[in-house]
């Protein structure tokens, strides 16, 4: 193919739009990757420490649309120290020099400082979307900049970042001039906004599709926003604090008639259970459902509202909706596709929320199913085989039993036949979480069958070290292995050392890991960075040399191009 | 497994109400390969039990506290379940404030013929009461609800029956504590109330 003039190349290449297929064409010749990166618009980084932002805007500078993410994923429970790292400041710095006509940034749990949110509102004026998603370090100051200086702005989108609140202005910050946004999302915020700006700021962008408020702005508010906003395709509603008689109550629902284009909700916070009726109106037209913040609304009430949602493509909702609850959708929800239920009783004594029953009435009714998060107190191996058998389309598949290394409880045994069913019935499986008691079996049916799994996270699971080496060798598109509490060792860890290399990273914590098994490790492949993670309290203990039969705590093994990294606290010690 | 002597359990840290029994810590050290040191029995029994006791949603909640033994709280294991902090701090949060399912109490108006429910949790507070009270008994009353606790001279006092049983003046205490501990309210004739004004 290399007779065909470049510009010809270069337009087949623009139906390619993955990351994955533009990055296997690069490789096929040199002039493809001169092609192919002279072309490239949207560039993705999984980890932002295996290659230095540099390099990255040197072989793309036609980039617009930059992705990056930083911690760990165990980072989202707490298994990663504060200050581990993950910062924003350096590729945002790099790009404002290489990369300034930059106009989409998405980052995902990195640590944004209000530094460098000043940095990137002054450096690209054509920034069109910034995505901030499980990140920290920043508060309403950063916004205020991006506010201020981003003219041109069509999405500004926060989810679920801990953000400082400085203040309400920073919403005040938006020019008059500014028409542009298409999309807005502050439902994490935790502080008040000025509800006049907001109003007036929604009135005036037009083309404003997708709207998530944060808790503290009132029903009042709320129904005068949606009375200029009756395009809105998707909401998230604030607080929804009113008494169920109150005028702005009804000027709720009369605003929500009005909205014929709302195919998704969320927010819902402090909404009790009366005033649900008033998106009765909507429920015919939902795909998509976000109820998980609401734990006032018990399986009773949801069980009116979802008999509605016919049209229902993604629920999530907390287990308060029970096994009953679930039936109900199971048999009103037919196109339902993505399903998350999550616990509202974490620490507590409190009654089975949902069973292994529940997931069998959900599949038996909604075979498209292809995506699953579902926290229960128990589950059967019967249960997860039936299953199985009814939802063979899933790509995502994590279940989480409260209980750690629960068996089932009718038989007693381990849940090892029945992921062994799941990875077995559906092909196209490319996540994968575990949990109950599971033996080494578990992993040899995962490393027999499920040939395109790419993430597999596991807890106190498996006997041995034979475990972790089904999984490695039998996978071939695994990416990211993280495992926690589980008895792998060095034997494990060092089995097949080439694989760590095919995959993104490695994260194991509290196993059976050594000192000297990660040494080894890293000694053997140099372009690893084989992060050994002490708690802080320990790190005094640290100080005093170690011996190499000492076990490791948390360990995160990743693939890099740019060697061991120079931001490293003290508690991390690169091998 | 018992855990090894009395005097050991203890002195154990955990979670949940003194005198009730919690299953073994799931700690990082536990022994795996299904030796693990959870009362598994303990487990079965509590869960079938549970299937078979939810015969309706309505009766969830309460019939297994009242059943049977509440099972102890389980201890916490780092990072677990696996939920992010952004959710885990927003349920705490809202339980903190004492979210519930909503809280009905009735009300009765002296000389009314039939009582109202109202939901507390709908309430941010007296003066909204007080306001949702007069909007729904101002067919039955010529007077204007008092303004202020025990006013002297208006018609009516707004009382409420507590956790104890005791008739107690709606207003002295902290929001958060009436709602919690009220049981239903009543609207009182001003010349009984009067008599419960004049202790102040």
Redesign the interface.
Known sequence: MTYFPEEVVEHIFGFLSSHRDRNVVSTVCKAWYRVERLSRRSVFVGNCYAVRPGRVMARFPGMKCLSVKGKPHFADFNLVPHDWGGFALPWIEVAARGCPGLEELRLKRMVVSDESLELLARSFPNLKALVLVSCEGFSTDGLAAIATHCRGLRELDLQENEVEDHGRQWLSCFPDSCTSLESLNFACLKGEVNACALERLVARCVNLRSLKLNRAISVESLARILARTPHLVELGTGSFTVEHRAEAYQRLIHAFRKCKSLKSLSGFWDIAPRCLQAIYSICPNLIVLNLSYAPAIQGADLVKLIRHCFKLQKLWVLDCIGDKGLAVVASSCKELLELRVFPSDIYGTGTAAVTEEGLVAISSGCSKLNSLLYFCHQMTNAALITVAKNCTHFTRFRLCILDPGKPDPDTNQPLDEGFGAIVRSCKDLRRLSLSGLLTDKVFLYIGEYAAHLEMLSIAFAGDSDKGMVYVLNGCKNLRKLEIRDSPFGDAALLENVGKYETMRSLWMSSCDVTLGGCKALAAKMPRLNVEVINDRDDSDEMEENPSDMHKVEKMYVYRTLAGARNDAPEFVEIL | MEAAGESLRDTELR??LPGTDAPEK?A?T?T???K?A?P?DD??GY??S??SS?SS??E??EG?LCGHE?????A?????????????N??HA?KVEG????LYVKVSMDGAPYLRKI?L????GYK?LRE?LD?MFKCFSLGEFPRKEGCSGSEYAITYEDKDGDLMLVGDVPWEMFISSCRRLRIMNGSEARGLGSRH
Request: cysteine-free; charged content about 40%; hydrophobic content about 25%.
């Open positions: 979670l949940g799931p990082s536990v795996r390969g299904g693990r959870l598994e487990e079965e869960a079938k549970n299937k939810s949603e309505e969830q909640g297994d509440p099972p102890a709280a389980k916490q294991v780092v990072g677990w379940p696996p939920i992010r902090s952004y959710r885990k927003s349920l809202r979210e519930a399912a909503g939901d949790k709908g309430y941010k909204e949702a909007d």
